[in-house]
């Protein structure tokens, strides 16, 4: 047993399946989780003394690396002078402000803890400022563990939602109406029929939990008319593209505005947190200005707005979207002309700083149907060859990757190399 494993068995006596997040328990390719001792740059060590190339980036934050000299400083600086304080301090002011500018659509904004806890306010904003309940979201996009979003597509999902978890009331699930990403029409019939209770329609701008899927020219801009046509609230969450495909987000990527932003990961730097902003008319409805109630403890906390802070200070230097994008670029052409060499099913997305790894026959995948032509079984063999070349891949065949700033030519080189190696014995086992 090496010391993974051990502190693997260790951890299941005391944490529910050994993990404080399903995915870590690599369910998905089976194996043991790596615990991981620390990071560095565009790499990470496991409690072995292994060195990987992390292309997880603690599934979206890191967008600058593991410890950047910058964040850490600033955060070694503000961690002295107290950690929490209940009360308002400057520094979250300075996020906000920071945030406003760089967002089109964001007015004023509100800072929580999570993703998960920014969606559910957000959620109840939009049902607070419109009066009514249901919610559109689509089927395969992931908008954190609140009850009303544990809903995906079942047969009868079309119309009304079937909740994909236990311990989901029915009586919240059936305000939840499940549409099809990147199918307008979905999303029309469910508008058609009950439109004039629909308060929210919520969507990841580009779907970064089933794989990586882009949006096909003209979703999101019929999303848009759609909403304004029935009176409903426009909410893109970008807790993973905020920061990730532009400054502005996806929102400045494809130019189209909602009405709510949730936001999440890299405005934390690594710390836990989340967001929600929009126009005034709808945030005004927030607790203390308005009727919706929302609150937090820790909310603002000075230790995250910091490290959030010196990232967008980082991410904010000129040409760093095209330099990020250039060169994930040369790793995501590689891999594809590679596959092709060896004769492998391949098709590989990408969107500036993220990108999507499909071993698939299909040319185009724009659906959740496509994204369910994966070979799940191929996927799992090039994961755990990679992992043993040095490269940490997201443990399932159903995420995005992610790279960093500070992943180089030297980490681009290294995992190419690898996936050749990898690529040519995957193909001599077919
Ligand atoms: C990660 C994620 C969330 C949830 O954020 P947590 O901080 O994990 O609660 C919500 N929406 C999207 C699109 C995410 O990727």
Known sequence: MNHSERLFSKAQRYIPGGVNSPVRAFRGVEGTPLFIRSGKGAYIT????????????????????????????????????????????????????????????????????????????????????????????????????????????????????????????????????????????????????????????????????????LPKAGFLSGLRKLCDTYGSVLIFDEVITGFRVALGGAQTYYDVKPDITILGKIIGGGFPVGAFGGTKDIMECIAPLGPVYQAGTLSGNPVAMTAGLATLDLVSEAGFYPRLEARLQILINGLGELAKQYGLPFFATQVVGMFGLYFTENDTVETEADVKTVDVALFKRFFHAMLKEGIYLAPSAFESGFISSVHGEKEINQTLQAAERVFRSLASMR
């Open 46 to 213: 496991d409690v072995d003394g292994k060195h990987y190339v992390d292309y997880v980036g603690s599934w979206g934050p890191l967008i600058v690396g593991h410890a950047h000299p910058y964040v850490i400083k600033a955060v070694k600086k503000v961690i002295t002078s107290g950690v929490s304080f209940g009360a308002p301090t400057e520094i979250e002011v300075k996020l906000a402000e920071r945030i406003c500018h760089l967002m089109p659509s964001i007015e004023l904004i509100r800072f929580v803890n999570s993703g998960t806890e920014a969606v559910m306010s957000a959620i109840r904003l939009a049902r607070g400022y419109t009066c009514r309940q249901k919610i559109i979201k689509f089927s395969a996009c992931y908008h954190g563990h609140t009850d009303s979003m544990l809903v995906a597509a079942g047969s009868g999902g079309l119309t009304f939602g079937i909740p994909n978890s236990a311990g989901v009331p029915e009586s919240v699930a059936l305000h939840t109406l499940v549409a099809e990403y990147n199918c307008l029409d979905s999303v029309k019939a469910l508008f058609e029929k009950v439109g004039d209770d629909v308060a929210a329609v919520i969507v990841e701008p580009v779907a970064g939990n089933m794989n990586c899927v």
